[in-house]
Nanobody, 114 residues
Framework: QVQLVESGGGLVQTGGSLRLSCAVS????????MSWYRQAPGKQRELVAQ???????NYIASVKGRFTISRDNAKNMVYLQMNSLKPGDTAVYYC????????WGQGTQVTVSS
């Protein structure tokens, strides 16, 4: 069974930082391109960042320069370092494969106060 477990969210002031973690189990992690997604209240889930098996990264324009996605293949972990947080970043954050093949985890709530 392939599982995703996100953690690291919380409540932070505007301008603060958080590091999200995603633990992946039950699959050959190092062969899977990974992404972070988020879903704000009343909105669709959107792609935030992605990282290839070789470490190449891509970001949506609104987070580029503030967020950094990384992976540790030895630990089957994906991370999202979030700096200079804004209220617009408030959402539930999820990880998954780029093809969204894995059942969604519970996500982790990020709330940025204005």
């Amino acid at each position: 069974q392939v599982q995703l477990v996100e953690s690291g969210g919380g409540l932070v002031q505007t301008g603060g930082s958080l590091r999200l973690s995603c633990a992946v189990s039950g699959t050959i992690f190092e062969k899977i391109p990974m992404s972070w997604y988020r879903q704000a209240p009343g909105k669709q889930r959107e792609l935030v960042a992605q990282i290839s098996t070789a470490g190449t990264t891509n970001y949506i324009a609104s987070v580029k320069g503030r967020f950094t996605i990384s992976r540790d293949n030895a630990k089957n972990m994906v991370y999202l370092q979030m700096n200079s947080l804004k209220p617009g970043d408030t959402a539930v954050y999820y990880c998954n494969g780029v093809f969204r093949e894995i059942p969604w985890g519970q996500g982790t709530q990020v709330t940025v106060s204005s």
